[in-house]
């Protein structure tokens, strides 16, 4: 029998310390709860260098706490290796999207599939705005964007 290779997505926003690592960990806990952890690798990263080497924004993490949610992370940029090695690559906003696809163009062997993380909320509340300015209710609303869109992409990607 031959081995599965894990599927991959990797969440990006603008500077990975408010959307990207809560969908991350969502998206985490999504898999766990449905023991398909195995086949996932699942990762965040900017796509500016802004906040590199910072963990998550402390309000993104108290609402984290609060659903009992694992988060930890330490902000990247994402990487021209990682348009290579991840298969699906899902961005917060017209930005990033438009970041992602420049920066796609500039890979020889990109194998990402570029979309919006919004693209799969029933609602077609296509953008998930950043927090950053905001106060816990919008946190709370990423998070929750982030879990109905993580639940259809899962179901989606199965």
Not at 2 to 18: D, H, M, T
Not at 59 to 83: L, N, W, Y
Not at 106 to 134: F, M
């Amino acid at each position: 029998m031959a081995e599965q290779v894990p599927k991959s997505v990797l969440f990006l926003c603008l500077g990975n310390i408010c959307r990207s690592p809560i969908a991350g960990a969502v998206f985490r806990k999504l898999v766990a709860d449905q023991t398909v952890s195995d086949n996932w690798r699942i990762d965040s990263a900017a796509t500016s260098s802004y906040d590199v080497g910072h963990p998550p924004d402390y309000r993104g993490q108290s609402c984290m706490r609060k659903h009992g949610i694992p988060i930890s992370h330490i902000a990247q940029q994402v990487t021209k290796e990682d348009f290579a090695t991840f298969y699906y690559m899902l961005c917060m906003d017209e930005s990033n999207l438009r970041d992602l696809n420049r920066k796609s163009n500039r890979v020889k062997n990109c194998k990402a599939k570029i979309e919006l993380l919004g693209s799969y909320d029933s609602q077609k509340q296509l953008i998930i705005e950043d927090p950053y300015y905001g106060n816990d209710s919008d946190f709370e609303l990423v998070y929750q964007q982030c879990l109905w869109c993580g639940k259809a992409f899962l179901e989606k990607a199965h």
